[in-house]
């Protein structure tokens, strides 16, 4: 069975069919850059360009980098336009995408519901916590396998600021900060979330999990086991497909 998923993020929406028996994209997956503003009509633009990419005429399930409430209602929007707060996602996506059915999920928790399916947290109990360190930094905590929605967890106090503002990827990339700063400053992050937790394991996502080598063995004094998430950058889109295949 195959169904569409689409990742929406700060940076790019992307987005492909996928084999839902495997957990991974049917076919290559086509991105085009989110749009600056990221207002509503823009970024729905933009996912119609990609699921019509592929001539997509089925259900869809789309990420949304933001709390998602009914499958449907958003309401935060940290990084996108702010005009996104009280938007209806699955009707605003539903009349661009021509009535297509149409499900709306938080990005980290999509990516959290894939990896512990087919992924890293597959057959793991206890208190699994799935971050994904990108724009911003997503999280999906998970108690003997169930999901707690819209946990937010990137927006945690670190040094005064957000953490994301601190420990996401973009802020490395902002900062030019080396491996070993960020890593200390990604350390200092799980140490606050273990505390807060106690997790059994960090799943740790996003795109910057495919460079997991270059950080996570510089990571010290966590209790937690700490793995790369195994769909990598790939966990949102097979996550959004799962979600909507619940609900066709």
Known sequence: MQIFGVDIGGSGIKGAPVDLERGDLARERFKVLTPHP?????VADGVKEVVDHFGWTGPVGLTFPGVVTDGAMIR???????????????????????????TVVNDADAAGVAEMQFGAGRGRRGTVI??????????????????????ELGHLELNGRDAEKRASSKAKDDN???????ARRVQKYLAHVEMLFSPELFV???????????????????????V??????NAGIVGAAMRAAKQA
């Open 176 to 182: 030019g900060l080396t491996w070993e700063h960020w």
């Open 38 to 42: 990221a207002t509503p009509d823009g």
């Open 76 to 102: 935060t929007a940290a990084n996108v336009d702010k005009s996104w707060v009280d938007t209806d996602a699955r009707a605003l996506f539903g009349e661009r995408l021509g009535g297509l059915p149409v």
């Open 130 to 151: 799935v971050l994904t360190f990108g724009t911003g930094i997503g999280s999906a905590m998970f108690t003997d396998g169930v999901l707690v929605p819209n946990t």
């Open 204 to 226: 740790i996502g996003g795109g910057v999990s495919r460079k997991s080598e270059k950080f996570l063995p510089l990571i010290e004094g966590i209790e937690a086991e700490i």
């Open 228 to 233: 790369p998430a195994q769909l990598q950058n």
